[in-house]
């Protein structure tokens, strides 16, 4: 396997190219990617990189710095340039630093990609014969061993025995099983553009745990991604249920698709592991019956403003229906109206910050969006049944 460094400064070209082509297919492992040409070489200073895909123009050093840096240091690494429309002047200048080739942003296709893709694997093969990196396991072949695993077929107990050796975490010391999945239910166009979004979500949900809780990610055989998580952070001082809570505002941020989670009990060991994906996927299935998209990302909106002045249309505007339908179907799916949820929200927020927090009473009220305490004060006594001062000293 060849391994390839993509240095992009817009994530979105990023996510665009690895997902265009099966790279494993042709040998290149997508091994690392970087925002800008110092970030890139410092990856290459380190790992064993046989192919760079690069931008021209990026912030802090660009591509044709970046390739310059390469050519200087030798050791045949393949460098791709992409390139805009008025990049000529700087693509002839990549070329006669001797990059293998180039691709035109506004218009490379996976056949454009994959021909350039022959024509470095080509050269990589004459200067090193053949692929010079041993094949390890890619995703594809990751996500096939946990299906068989979690379906129970494992008879012999064959695929137990390969479980440790899969950089996947290890058993003894606990892991969690949580499925990810996008919501079912609204109109037909809204569920194909959450499907298109959720074809990202694998790359943030990498991305984000493996900085500080870890963990693999895989498909599901299902259509569902799949998280095994440690029963630890790597590192950080958040408890598991506080980072479920950030994992999931931050994905209805960047992917603006309402998100189904379920699953995160711990597991020891295989059986325990099965156990765990067979509830998780009863959860899925009576999480998509119980509310519509519409409902979910109203409620994955609430989830991330409810501390703000949040209101029905900005919920309606972000779930792409009006107010008035908005406040018919959630009543109808959640069984309770929509202004009871919100202050059902910041109510179990007050609670929490008066046990957690020497905050003044008037500063909980504004923490969770009332600009006064009276009124505030006078909605918590309604919900929980005493004063906020009563709840503090638990009376």
């Given at each position: 396997m060849w391994n390839m460094l993509v240095v992009e400064d817009e994530s979105i070209v990023r996510i665009g190219l690895r997902y265009l082509v099966d790279w494993e297919s042709y040998g290149v492992v997508w091994k690392a990617e970087a925002s800008n040409g110092e970030e890139a070489w410092n990856i290459i200073e380190e790992e064993e990189i046989h192919i760079v895909m690069?931008?021209?123009?990026?912030?802090?050093?660009?591509?044709?710095?970046?390739t310059k840096k390469i050519k200087e240091r030798g050791g045949g690494i393949q460098v791709i340039v992409i390139s805009s429309y008025d990049d000529f002047p700087?693509?002839?200048?990549?070329?006669?630093?001797?990059?293998?080739?180039?691709?035109?942003?506004?218009?490379?296709?996976?056949e454009e990609i994959v021909d350039m893709l022959k024509k470095v694997l080509d050269n990589l093969e004459r200067t090193y014969g053949p692929s010079?990196?041993?094949?390890?396991?890619?995703?594809?072949?990751?996500?096939?061993?946990?299906?068989?695993l979690l379906s129970g077929t494992d008879e012999e107990g064959r695929l137990e025995k390969q479980y440790g050796a899969l950089g996947l975490p290890a058993l003894a010391d606990g892991v969690r099983l949580v499925g990810i999945r996008p919501a079912s239910g609204g109109r037909e166009e809204e569920q194909?553009?959450?499907?298109?979004?959720?074809?990202?979500?694998?790359?943030?949900?990498?991305?984000?745990?493996?900085?500080?809780?870890?963990g693999a990610v895989a498909n599901g055989e299902r259509d569902e991604l799949l998280w095994l998580a440690p029963a630890q952070a790597r590192s950080g001082e958040r408890t598991w249920n506080e980072y479920l809570a950030e994992l999931k505002k931050n994905l209805a941020n960047l992917l603006n698709v309402a998100l189904v989670f379920s699953g995160g009990a711990l597991a020891s060991d295989v059986p325990g592991l099965r156990t765990a994906y067979g509830e998780l996927?009863?959860?899925?299935?009576?999480?998509?019956?119980?509310?519509?998209?519409?409902?979910?990302?109203?409620m994955d909106y609430v989830d991330l403003h409810f501390c703000e002045d949040v209101s029905l249309s900005s919920c309606a505007e972000f779930a792409h229906v009006s107010p008035a339908h908005l406040s018919r179907i959630f009543l109808k799916e959640t069984g309770v109206n929509f202004s009871d949820y919100v202050i059902r929200k910041k109510m179990e927020r007050a609670k929490e910050l008066l046990r957690r927090t020497n905050l003044r009473i008037y500063e909980v009220a504004e923490k969770v969006?009332?600009?006064?305490?009276?009124?505030?004060?006078?909605?918590f006594k309604e919900y929980v049944g005493q004063s906020p001062i009563e709840y503090r000293n638990g009376s």
């Open positions: 690069t931008d021209i123009r990026m912030p802090v050093m660009d591509g044709i710095q970046l700087y693509v002839q200048e990549a070329l006669r630093l001797g990059v293998t080739d180039y691709l035109h942003k506004p218009t490379m296709a996976k010079l990196t041993p094949a390890g396991t890619t995703e594809k072949e990751r996500d096939e061993f946990l299906k068989a194909e553009k959450s499907g298109s979004r959720f074809a990202a979500a694998r790359y943030f949900i990498e991305k984000y745990v493996s900085h500080d809780w870890g996927q009863r959860e899925l299935g009576e999480a998509e019956g119980a509310v519509g998209q519409a409902v979910r990302m109203a969006g009332y600009a006064h305490s009276h009124y505030f004060s006078k909605l």
